[in-house]
């Protein structure tokens, strides 16, 4: 059976990120979460005392690292020149780094290079904002997944308690507002939802529905159900 490319797109705090490791999980296909990688390079760029605002450092930066992500029972592990930052690439900090260094066009070529290369011969579940725009914009099957500003930052707030973090509602919502309008209006490759991309609004929807909803549209493109997990 043809191994598809299933690109999910979307604003921060949607829900792409559970949806893609539930969706590979259930297809048997690997999922690659984009945004660790960006928030990689922030991380990098931040350890060195590099200005984000400096384009020409922050590509060196991107151009000099090693990204490794890794299946794990609880998601995907991420690597950057062999040392484990997976935990420590999820801080606001690094959020609001990740978003700035998405805006230079060198990182993304760098990026989106190893991101084509990654889903080259299909059976994957990528997730990012121009996955379905540019990264694979032949992708058999494309998904936008929307939600409300407070639901996704209500879902923010709920995932770093569950880590040990206690963050301030307001503070969430309007870190996500600064993250959003930054993502979408920068010039190279902003957020958009694809013309061909299957439009998902999840407020108000839980994760069993949006699963149900996007296997049944790879369902259809592929011709055969999928295996429940
Ligand atoms: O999905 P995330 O919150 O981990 O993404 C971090 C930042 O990276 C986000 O602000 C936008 C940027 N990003 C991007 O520009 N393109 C992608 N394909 C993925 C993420």
Known sequence: MKRLIVAIDGPSGSGKSTLGKRLARRLGYQYIDTGAMYRAVAWQALQAGIDLDDPDAVARVAGALRIELEPRPDGVGVRVD???????????EVAQGASKVSAIPAVRRVLVRIQQELGRR???VMDGRDIGTVVFSHAEVKVYLDASEEERARRRCTEDAARGVSTDMAATRQAIRERDRRDKTREDSP???ADDAYYLDSTGLTIDEVLDRIEALVEQRRGKPCSRD
């Open 82 to 92: 062999g040392r484990d930052v997976t935990e420590a690439i999820r801080t606001p």
């Open 122 to 124: 299909g059976g994957i």
């Open 191 to 193: 957020l958009r939802c």
